[in-house]
């Protein structure tokens, strides 16, 4: 059974930038037999015992289906004030592009309304196929422009999206690129620590399972655990780097099979709380 970290209202990392560490997606009925929920659980408790291990979860469902402003403000009311969503662009919009969908921004934004001042980001997660294109180029800008107001990062999955012209065009919009960690795959768009966006900075974690990633079997795709030395190395390296450039951190893990998702995020953050204490013990030594 995983106990709740036992770290500050669940926030990690230094003042100047707090990391909120938490999953992509929280309902699932496979994290009951891997022990993250007790085995009676309901789907109607998940979110309330999820809440008590993160401070912040990825919508997944807003994704799959178009979100309705009653069921989201019931949502909101069984967490606390301080607790935060980031909600992911229905499919019609990233994946399918619907010819309607101008109107259909506009169905979304009404159903993440209750949200409110919960809501960290809206995240547009975009399939391998869309790449830079003219088309694709055009039709991006209009999403961005639907959803001016909001706070939006935006995950590329196509390698032809890293280039310095899109990290500015997104740094003038004050909109984030997200952060990815996946398998090397050379038409994926590449892992960076590129931040775009001083407000708040997005990693996804998918795991490195490149067999799953080839094949078309989305739970060999997202079945991987990081190990100790693996995040470490993000620790040190990419999310210091970041988190000196932000004043915030949003940190979601997407390798929910089994329930190693919930289990790496809370190694993370105890990775984290590790490197923040020993931050302000050389802080000490060095007055």
Same mark, same amino acid.
């Not at 980031?86 to 309607?100: C, I, V």
């Given at each position: ?101 101008? !109107? ?29 294109? @003219? ?33 500015? @065009? ?20 590449? !892992? ?37 030395? @693996? ?46 204490? @020993? ?9």
């Amino acid at each position: 059974m995983f106990t709740p970290p036992s770290v500050g209202r669940l926030a990690v990392g230094g003042a100047g930038c707090p990391l909120l560490v938490g999953t992509c997606g929280y309902s699932y009925a496979e994290w009951r037999d891997c022990g993250f929920y007790p085995a009676t659980s309901r789907s109607a408790d998940m979110l309330g015992l999820y809440m008590r291990f993160f401070p912040i979860v990825e919508l997944n469902y807003t994704w799959y289906q178009m979100p309705r402003a009653e069921a989201v403000q019931r949502m909101v009311t069984r967490v606390p004030a301080d607790f935060r969503f980031a909600a992911k662009l229905t499919r019609t919009l990233t994946h399918e592009r619907s010819t309607e969908w101008r !109107s259909e921004l506009h169905r979304y934004r009404q159903g993440i309304a209750p949200l409110g001042e919960r809501l960290a980001t809206v995240l547009i997660q975009l399939p391998p196929d869309f790449d830079r294109s @003219e088309a694709h180029r055009y039709y991006l800008a209009g999403i961005l422009d639907g959803l001016q107001g909001l706070p939006v990062a935006v995950e590329f999955r196509h390698a032809s999206w890293a280039v310095d012209q899109v990290y500015g @065009e997104l740094e003038r919009r004050g909109v984030t690129l997200v952060a990815v960690d996946a398998p090397a795959i050379p038409s994926l768009f590449p !892992s960076l620590d590129v931040v775009t966006n001083s407000d708040f900075f997005y990693v996804r974690f998918h795991g490195r399972n490149l067999r799953g990633w080839q094949s078309s079997n989305m739970q060999k795709k997202f079945d991987y655990d990081y190990q100790a030395a @693996e995040l470490q190395e993000w620790v040190a390296g990419p999310l210091a780097r970041m988190a000196s450039h932000s004043s915030r951190g949003y940190v979601f893990f997407n390798n929910h099979v089994r329930g190693q998702a919930p289990r790496n995020a809370s190694l993370l953050q105890k990775l984290l709380q590790t490197r923040m204490a @020993e931050d302000e013990r050389c802080s000490g030594s060095a007055q």
